[in-house]
């Protein structure tokens, strides 16, 4: 059935029907509705406020919110002023050794211990979460200084004789001679006939 386009008590709004202006009802007070937009605009362009901080660090373990300067936002004057605690607080001139050390050093060394520790970041955009991970060439961040951890630790430790099996899940059995020789000669059978099949799709 054909829609009845011209039936105007049952009203469809559409892309097509919002292009008829709406009714006013009565005046609109402009006043409600203006408001200055410079000071948003200046924080876009200029640099020097756009790095404004909006936390101030009280102590190693406490933090006040401050509302951005030239703010028109209710939500920010609710929690400006606001404190909040945590276990430790870094600063801004923290480096990243410090944090490492302030940090990670004893969750890997737990870890090293045979413990499970997660460890993760949580923030907005741009709060800082892959340069605290990564961090940079000359300044590396938490992660490699973590792997430099654990393999130093490591070292020296290495077992490198091949008679060591996986068993279930997290043992290992000693192999006897005989069995050495017996996993020697299976992981040699494997390879060869890994280079047979190469050796065969390379012919056809
Ligand atoms: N502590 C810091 N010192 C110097 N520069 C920093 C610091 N933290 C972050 N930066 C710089 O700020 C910018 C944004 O940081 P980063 O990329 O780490 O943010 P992010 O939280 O990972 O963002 P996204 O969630 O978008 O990936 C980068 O240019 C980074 O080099």
Excluded: W
């Excluded at 005046?27 to 406020?49: M, R």
């Excluded at 870890?111 to 060439?137: H, M, P």
């Amino acid at each position: 059935m054909e829609p009845n386009l011209d039936n105007e008590e049952h009203f469809r709004p559409s892309y097509i029907a919002s292009v008829e202006p709406l009714q006013r009802t009565g005046p609109v007070n402009v006043e409600d509705l203006k408001t200055d937009l410079s000071g948003d605009f200046s924080l876009v362009s200029s640099s020097s406020d756009t790095s404004q901080s909006c936390i101030s660090v009280e102590d190693s373990t406490s933090i006040i919110l401050k509302p951005p300067q030239n703010s028109l936002s209710r939500l920010s004057e609710k929690t400006a002023g606001q404190k909040f605690t945590f276990s430790q607080v870094f600063g801004p001139e923290t480096t990243q050794e410090e944090f490492f050390e302030g940090t990670m050093k004893q969750p890997v060394q737990d870890f090293l211990d045979g413990y499970n520790r997660l460890i993760f970041t949580y923030g907005v955009t741009n709060a800082g979460k892959t340069y605290t991970f990564q961090g940079t060439e000359d300044d590396v961040g938490i992660l490699p200084r973590t792997m430099d951890m654990l393999f130093k630790s490591i070292q020296g430790k290495l077992y490198t004789a091949m008679d060591f099996k996986p068993h279930r899940c997290r043992d290992y059995i000693k192999l006897t001679r005989d069995q050495v020789r017996e996993e020697t000669a299976i992981k040699n059978s494997i390879l060869r006939l890994t280079k047979e099949v190469e050796e065969h799709f390379f012919l056809y």
